[in-house]
């Protein structure tokens, strides 16, 4: 069970979809991010034993965050954090808090989108 104080949760993340959206010129339509939930959320921080760890790893360019557990977030889903719509994120993991505390958080891995090896 992981305790996190409340007022951490200090910043939005939104998570979505990428869908074809029409722009109504002559280019027709665009890629577009759509928001399909927005949560509070606070970046967790890794210990530096643990960055190094990550070194030369598929995990080594990302950032955690923990959000109020929610099952309808999953690794099909995009994110972007704090409406910066120029960063978009991917769902590298899910790691679900299975305690019974009325208190649950999941800490969500996310690869910036465009740095990342898709």
């Known amino acids: ?26 280019d027709g339509t665009i890629a577009q991010f759509v928001s399909k939930q927005r949560l509070h959320c606070a970046f967790y921080q890794r210990s530096q034993s643990q960055q190094y760890s990550l070194l030369g790893t598929k995990l080594e360019d990302t950032i955690v965050v923990a959000v109020r557990s929610q099952y309808h977030v999953d690794k099909s889903m995009l994110a972007q954090i704090d409406g910066d719509v120029d960063v978009t994120y991917r ?7 299975d305690s019974h505390s009325l208190q649950r958080y999941d800490l969500i891995t996310l690869k910036d989108v465009t740095k990342g090896d898709e």
């Open 1 to 26: 069970m992981m305790k996190l104080a409340i007022s951490r949760l200090n910043h939005l993340i939104d998570f979505g979809v990428t869908k074809q959206v029409d722009t109504g010129t002559i």
């Open 91 to 97: 769902i590298v993991a899910i790691s679900r808090d």
